[in-house]
């Protein structure tokens, strides 16, 4: 599965999110740190920050990337469940959810996750095309599923698996 989730695009995002006051230039060192590969200074600063200021959601979702890009998926999924409940209304959160569901193979919790994310911002690209990419995984698990109770001629069956896998495989 492909999923997209550019951390690039996911700090721009971080930086539209809105929150409580924070400084700029505290986000900004951590990011710094995070960009220049000092991804434990960065968590132990966003920590601090947090400490500081419970409901910065800048630095939670910023944090919860970090956690995400180092495969600590339950952790990144602590903090973006947290920011969902703290501020229903982004977007965001819902849409990188989603993302880790989709990586654990937690298809139905994805989905949910991208609706509410789409619910929230009917524009939002990447959750768009997360939600397509979501859409195609429970296709091809259908259509599995279907071919294992097959009897007789499933050509067609194996001809839209077969795409659907070229499609997972592409990497644009």
């Known amino acids: 599965m492909s999923i997209r989730f550019p951390w690039t695009a996911l700090l721009v995002a971080a930086a539209l999110l809105a929150a409580m006051p924070l400084r700029a230039d505290e986000l900004q ?3 710094k740190l995070y960009r220049a590969g000092d991804v434990q200074q960065a968590l132990r600063k966003a920590d601090d920050a947090i400490a500081a200021q419970p409901r910065a959601a800048q630095i939670r979702f910023l944090k919860g990337v970090m956690l995400s890009d ?3 998926h339950d952790e990144a999924i602590d903090i973006f469940t947290a920011l969902t409940q703290d501020f229903p ?3 965001d959160p819902y849409n990188n959810l989603a993302v880790l569901y989709a990586a654990e193979r937690q298809l139905p ?3 949910t996750a991208l609706q509410t994310a789409l619910r929230n911002d009917p524009t939002h690209r990447a959750a ?3 939600l ?3 859409h195609l995984a429970l296709a091809v698990q259908a259509w599995t599923q279907a071919r294992v109770g097959s009897k007789g001629d499933d050509a067609g ?3 839209k698996l077969k795409l ?3 499609i997972q495989a592409y990497p644009g």
């Open 89 to 91: 209304e982004l977007p």
């Open 157 to 159: 069956l194996q001809r």
């Open 29 to 31: 060192d951590i990011e």
């Open 109 to 111: 919790n994805a989905l």
């Open 70 to 72: 180092l495969k600590r």
């Open 164 to 166: 659907a896998r070229e």
């Open 132 to 134: 397509g990419d979501v």
């Open 128 to 130: 768009r095309e997360n």
